[in-house]
């Protein structure tokens, strides 16, 4: 179960896994990852970046397939994910096995510039 939180305002999600994207506010250029959540925490499982830009370039190892890399980040397991809302860039998607929405539609009436934490929601 994945439990999201802004402030006051929290929301719980009924997934093991999910993918989270958004637009680099600069290069205009789709990044996704995706997340497992396992044992208490969250785990970056892939990567991908549909293009390159500067200060964006794929990692070492990193595999062009169909025009998007992909590479799995050395990324240790995280208790807690701290995502910004900001209205000054497009914000972030989460997308589950069936839905893909919006972060923010998730914790509606957070506040501009607030902090979204993702974590695994305690047993």
């Not at 179960?1 to 896994?17: F, R």
């Not at 397991?77 to 809302?85: A, D, E, F, Y």
Request: one cysteine or more; aromatic letters at 6%; charged letters at 20%.
């Amino acid at each position: 179960m994945l439990c999201l939180a802004a402030g006051a305002i929290a929301a719980s999600l009924a997934v093991d896994a999910f993918t989270l994207t958004w637009i680099h506010s600069i290069e205009k250029i789709r990044w996704e990852e995706d997340w497992r959540i396992e044992r208490g925490a969250l785990h970056l499982v892939e990567a991908r970046i549909r293009g390159s830009g500067a200060g964006m370039e794929p990692p070492a190892g990193a595999m062009l397939k169909n025009g998007v890399w992909h590479y799995r980040p050395a990324l240790p397991p995280q208790s807690v994910l701290r995502l910004t809302h900001s209205p000054h860039v497009a914000g972030y998607t989460l997308c589950t096995a069936t839905v893909c929405a919006p972060l923010a539609d998730h914790l509606p009436g957070i506040d501009n510039n607030a902090v979204i934490e993702l974590r695994e929601c305690a047993p």
